[in-house]
């Protein structure tokens, strides 16, 4: 995950993912033809230092005009494209689907309490009629905190807890605004607008994201909140790296050699409140609070970007950049992210706090502790109330006809059957003897299966050519894939992948980047690269197409339903 040692390079800000040609005129690896080896008085002038620490293309103001509308209107497109995917015929169908039976309703009981409440026998029946007042005035147990779920009340504030509009609305929501965020990510990663759009749209159209962004559980909040930190550490960077270009720019203006001195340059200066990094830590908390996996993304985030800017200070020519790193970036890394992140998880806990009779509310009161006896009484009782969950997560071992081995799901062996049924001939949308309307949350197969290849090509990147953009997606994989390796007797299921997803959409566009090829490139190079990235996509939009109908529970006839199960195991 360390900045390669090539020199910054200009990005073709229309096209390529990788880097088009050498800023000062050098070729490959060679730094001979740097001003700054040429003239090392200019080494640490802040132009010279900014040049080697991002490059030419530094936001949307760098690129050229004619494109700068650009970069704002292929997010909004992309987005438009996924929304309309998402909220058309979003009410269907009129039921709580696979585990929307506990989110929506504990969505409900925050509306009305802060907190979840019990519900009586065939409450289902009730809340989708349009009674919701069953509810009782018992609380519920329940083992996930609560950002999703007062996401799901959100929805349901606006337009109503008696319609599936209100119910899903802020799934959709969610998972449009997920779509514009990986847009202007990958833009941000590769330097291109024509990446930027490749990205958004293949997630757009997945049926994966597509599924999970049209019912209402609580992963597709969980990915929004992990993809926008993964955002926010991208602005992070940046900007951690034009502070230490300028503040190390001004050391050497004021030196009579244009240098910084020895003794600052043994660890470099601090670089101040890292807003960006603030930002990433709120993001994290959400994230936490709607899945308490986001702690595997909290701690790979974390070091990722402290390893960027270990990374920024032995470019810069700091001499003691590990430790200068650790100390100067490390620690505030942390206090900028650990306890920011804390902070707003407790913070989402407020109905719990303030309600009287919450589950295991007031447990403290009546389980005195001699070694924990000064905390206050509510957080004492929070910390049980997490124990507790941490154990039923330990134990949930049951079967399940939709569970799915973690070494499954980049290829969709086995997704989730969020919903089916057989409409009889005759019902409304069926005219044949057998029809079907179903949900499955598989992806479409065109987008894992060559995002799962195009993993092990970046592993190949990364390691050999010591791409920086290579690791840091690979870390977003990794934090929300690999730990479920570590619980092989846990019951998990496919759709929980949604919340890595984004990545894998990344590591495909990156590959995407290497066939189109770099500006400098023969034009008969670039055009094969283009004609063969737009066929690329152009399959996968056809190929949702044919899926789109059970991804949304559209009737059609059986043998058109049994014809897209294209692997056993699907059924």
């Known amino acids: 995950m360390t900045q390669t040692s090539v020199p910054p390079v200009e990005a073709d800000p229309a096209?390529?993912?990788?880097?088009?040609?050498?800023?000062?005129?050098?070729?490959?690896?060679?730094?001979?033809?740097?001003?700054?080896?040429?003239?090392?008085?200019?080494?640490?002038?802040?132009?010279?230092?900014?040049?080697?620490?991002?490059?030419?293309?530094?936001?949307?103001?760098?690129?050229?005009?004619?494109?700068?509308?650009?970069?704002?209107?292929?997010?909004?497109?992309?987005?438009?494209?996924?929304?309309?995917?998402?909220?058309?015929?979003?009410?269907?169908?009129?039921?709580?689907?696979?585990?929307?039976?506990?989110?929506?309703?504990?969505?409900?009981?925050?509306?009305?309490?802060?907190?979840?409440?019990?519900?009586?026998?065939?409450?289902?029946?009730?809340?989708?009629?349009?009674?919701?007042?069953?509810?009782?005035?018992?609380?519920?147990?329940?083992?996930?905190?609560?950002?999703?779920?007062?996401?799901?009340?959100?929805?349901?504030?606006?337009?109503?807890?008696?319609?599936?509009?209100?119910?899903?609305?802020?799934?959709?929501?969610?998972?449009?605004?997920?779509?514009?965020?990986?847009?202007?990510?990958?833009?941000?990663?590769?330097?291109?607008?024509?990446?930027?759009?490749?990205?958004?749209?293949?997630?757009?159209?997945?049926?994966?994201?597509?599924?999970?962004?049209?019912?209402?559980?609580?992963?597709?909040?969980?990915?929004?909140?992990?993809?926008?930190?993964?955002?926010?550490?991208?602005?992070?960077?940046?900007?951690?790296?034009?502070?230490?270009?300028?503040r190390l720019g001004r050391q050497a203006g004021a030196a009579p050699d244009g240098r910084p001195s020895v003794v600052q340059l043994v660890s470099g200066p601090w670089l101040g409140i890292r807003w960006w990094r603030v930002t990433a830590g709120i993001c994290l908390g959400l994230a936490v609070g709607t899945k308490w996996s986001a702690l595997f993304f909290m701690a790979a985030f974390g070091l990722l970007t402290v390893f960027w800017d270990l990374s920024a200070r032995r470019i810069a020519g700091i001499r003691g950049w590990i430790s200068g790193g650790i100390i100067k970036d490390g620690i505030p890394a942390f206090l900028s992210i650990v306890p920011v992140a804390v902070l707003v998880y407790l913070t989402t806990w407020a109905g719990w706090f303030q309600s009287k009779d919450a589950y295991f509310r007031h447990w403290a009161d009546t389980n005195p502790s001699a070694q924990w006896g000064w905390l206050p009484g509510p957080l004492r009782s929070l910390a049980h109330y997490h124990l507790e969950a941490y154990k039923f997560h330990q134990g949930l071992s049951s079967d399940h006809p939709y569970e799915a081995s973690a070494w499954s799901w980049l290829v969709m062996g086995r997704p989730t059957s969020f919903f089916y049924e057989s409409p009889k001939q005759g019902s409304p949308g069926c005219d044949v003897a057998n029809c079907t309307s179903a949900i499955l949350s598989v992806g479409n197969p065109l987008i894992w299966w060559s995002a799962t290849v195009a993993l092990v090509i970046l592993l190949f990147w990364w390691a050999g050519r010591r791409d920086w953009r290579a690791g840091a997606i690979l870390a977003g994989v990794g934090a929300g894939y690999l730990p479920w390796f570590m619980y092989p007797e846990r019951t998990m299921f496919t759709f929980y992948a949604v919340s890595f997803e984004p990545f894998l959409v990344l590591a495909l566009t990156y590959c995407l980047g290497l066939v189109l090829g770099r500006r400098s490139d023969p034009l008969w190079r670039r055009r094969s690269g283009l004609y063969l990235v737009a066929v690329f996509v152009v399959g996968a939009v056809l190929v949702s197409a044919f899926f789109y109908p059970i991804w949304t529970a559209e009737i059609i006839p059986y043998q058109d339903w049994r014809f897209r199960m294209w692997m056993p195991s699907w059924i």
């Open 15 to 246: 096209d390529p993912a990788k880097p088009a040609r050498p800023a000062s005129g050098t070729s490959g690896r060679n730094l001979e033809g740097q001003r700054w080896i040429r003239r090392p008085r200019e080494a640490f002038t802040e132009s010279a230092l900014q040049e080697r620490l991002i490059g030419g293309i530094r936001s949307w103001r760098d690129y050229p005009p004619s494109l700068r509308l650009w970069f704002w209107l292929i997010p909004a497109i992309t987005a438009a494209i996924g929304g309309a995917l998402r909220f058309v015929r979003l009410e269907s169908p009129r039921s709580l689907v696979f585990d929307e039976t506990y989110y929506v309703k504990d969505g409900y009981s925050f509306l009305v309490s802060g907190y979840e409440r019990s519900w009586p026998d065939k409450a289902n029946e009730s809340f989708v009629a349009g009674n919701p007042g069953v509810i009782l005035s018992s609380p519920e147990y329940v083992v996930h905190p609560p950002v999703g779920k007062w996401m799901i009340a959100a929805g349901m504030w606006l337009f109503g807890p008696d319609n599936p509009l209100g119910w899903r609305f802020g799934a959709a929501l969610t998972g449009t605004l997920s779509i514009l965020l990986i847009t202007l990510i990958a833009q941000k990663l590769f330097h291109s607008l024509t990446l930027g759009a490749v990205a958004g749209l293949l997630l757009a159209v997945d049926g994966h994201h597509l599924v999970m962004s049209r019912t209402s559980l609580l992963d597709i909040f969980l990915m929004f909140w992990v993809l926008a930190a993964f955002g926010a550490l991208l602005m992070d960077r940046d900007d951690g790296r034009r502070r230490l270009a300028a």
